[in-house]
């Protein structure tokens, strides 16, 4: 399968592009900043701007796939994820790209139903604006109609954490929190990629959000 990763330099993205290597697929990691990518033996390099639809239109051109992990912490610029959601319901079909996954953020999932930890007075206020922005990305594919295959995926709302593959993580469509029995959420960045390179290889959650826990 041959997967365009949006934000491969950053941490999930990075991490989404090495199992995809690992598994044999051909993987493109597409950034404004190439210099940034992380030096995978296997992977594509494409510079493309999601400011500029047409950039992106070229580099995800003859793909199978798109996956992006968006986040623009260092500008401080959260915006540019539902922008960036919204960029690419529209150029997926101009490219003949029919499949998205999002890696989106774990902040807008309940903790009880129809009360979002984002909005609990105990979410933690620097990372607010972008659990929104997640929240917002997730709103424009949900409410798109556009012809585009996409899934949302979110991790944990705390716990996202470092750490090597297990293969022994769970996934659960919906907007719940997945605890474990000790009523705990929480999984390691190379499984969360992991249930990703599983969902466009056995798509099960097309047009849905789930997320990933042990």
């Not at 090495?18 to 950034?31: F, K, P, V």
């Not at 190439?34 to 493309?48: E, F, I, M, N, Y």
């Amino acid at each position: 399968m041959r997967i365009a990763i949006i934000g491969a330099s950053g941490w999930v993205g990075g991490a989404i592009a090495a199992e995809a290597i690992l598994r044999g697929h051909e993987a493109t990691a597409i950034s404004r900043d190439p210099s940034r990518l992380k030096d995978l033996q296997g992977l594509t390099v494409a510079t493309a701007d999601l400011r500029q639809a047409a950039s992106i239109k070229r580099a995800i051109a003859g793909h199978d796939a798109v996956v992006a992990a968006v986040v623009d912490r260092a500008a401080g610029n959260t915006a540019v994820i539902p922008q960036a959601a919204r960029t690419l319901l529209r150029v997926l079909p101009k490219a003949h790209v029919k499949r998205l996954i999002f890696a989106g953020g774990g902040g807008s999932l309940e903790v009880a139903p129809g009360k979002r930890f984002v909005d609990a007075p105990e979410f933690p206020a620097q990372y607010r604006s972008e659990a929104l922005a997640q929240a917002e990305a997730l709103q424009a594919l949900r409410s798109s109609s556009s012809e585009v295959d996409w899934t949302y995926v979110s991790p944990p709302p705390v716990d996202f954490l470092p750490g090597d593959k297990t293969g022994s993580y769970r996934v659960q469509g919906g907007d719940s929190v997945l605890n474990d029995e000790n009523g705990q959420s929480k999984v390691s960045v190379a499984d969360f990629a992991s249930a990703i390179i599983d969902e466009l290889e056995s798509p099960r959650f097309i047009g849905q959000r789930f997320t990933v826990a042990y």
